[in-house]
């Protein structure tokens, strides 16, 4: 079975600065959400061309999270395991799928466009007429949907965020209809899990999952606007390669945990041909 579900994520930025401000934004929320041992892992990050959607950046990344997992899964787990992560950044359009060192049927494959209008494209990913049929659509509010406890911040906050640089800010009821610039992130995320007896419970773990990461992720971009905001893309590559030193240097400081090699090793074992 095959999970299909779009979120539509609106900003009060352009496309053209969120170019900048997705390539920040990830490589700062990359290393504050890291810790020793857990966290993202930079294994490649290099320049890729697409016959159809020409010059791009692929990424590769090691997601490091055993211990933030719920207990029923952590139960099944081993002590070394990681989510991978393959991405193809053909902006504005892009391409990641994520599979796991431990569980070969585990895939998330999410497809991303985006496009300076309010959530209004019907069909932004050309769907076909069987996914249209089963897919789900889902209307993320960065201002005023609920961001989990343990990852709020008053500063971050888009209901009381005002940038300087830009004047935007903050956002009332109703902004995605009066506010401009506008652009939206159109994502459609397939996430498959065949494994019986947890099937549902880890898709619905996905979704959730990948919901608030995109609620906070959009909300952080929009929040560190005057950090980011008039940085060329030189500039922000730059910025981009120390922060993923700084959190690959995080990663590899373990306490009395298993190594990156030993990592990979058991990850190699587990996974078997998964690409």
């Known amino acids: 079975m095959v999970l299909t ?14 170019k900048i401000g997705q390539l920040y934004m990830i490589a700062r929320h990359s290393l504050e959400q ?3 041992g857990e966290g993202v892992e930079v294994v ?6 697409d016959p159809v959607h020409g010059k791009g950046q692929y990424t590769e990344k090691h997601i490091h999270l055993s211990s933030r997992l719920p207990y029923w899964i ?15 950044n053909y902006y504005p359009y892009t391409l990641t799928e994520y599979t796991c060192s431990f569980i070969p049927k585990l895939n998330v494959l999410i497809k991303t466009k985006y496009e300076d209008n309010n959530g ?3 069909n932004c990913l050309d769907l076909s007429e069987e996914e249209l049929k089963t897919r789900t659509v889902d209307h993320l509010d960065i201002a005023f949907d609920d961001l989990s406890p343990k990852h709020y911040k008053q500063e971050e906050d888009p209901k009381f965020y005002k940038s300087i640089k830009t004047n935007r800010g903050p956002l009332i009821e109703g902004w995605r209809d009066t506010d401009k610039p506008i652009m939206c992130s159109y994502k459609v995320v397939h996430a498959t899990f065949e494994v019986w007896g947890l099937q549902t419970k880890v898709e619905d773990f996905i979704q959730r999952g990948i919901r608030e990461i995109l609620l906070l992720g959009h909300r952080q971009a929009f ?13 922000v590559r730059d910025y981009e390669r120390q922060k993923q030193a700084e959190t690959n240097e995080k990663i590899h400081n373990t306490s009395g945990g298993a190594t990156n090699n030993e990592a990979a090793a058991a990850g190699d074992a587990s996974v078997g041909d998964v690409d």
């Open 5 to 18: 579900k779009e979120y539509r994520v609106c900003m009060p930025l352009t496309v053209e600065e969120y």
């Open 34 to 36: 890291s810790e020793e």
């Open 44 to 49: 490649e990050n290099r320049p890729c061309e």
């Open 74 to 88: 952590q139960a099944i787990c081993p002590r070394v395991f990681y989510v991978i992560e393959k991405s193809w």
């Open 120 to 122: 209004s494209t019907e």
């Open 223 to 235: 929040a560190w606007l005057d950090e980011w905001h008039g940085m060329t893309l030189e500039d």
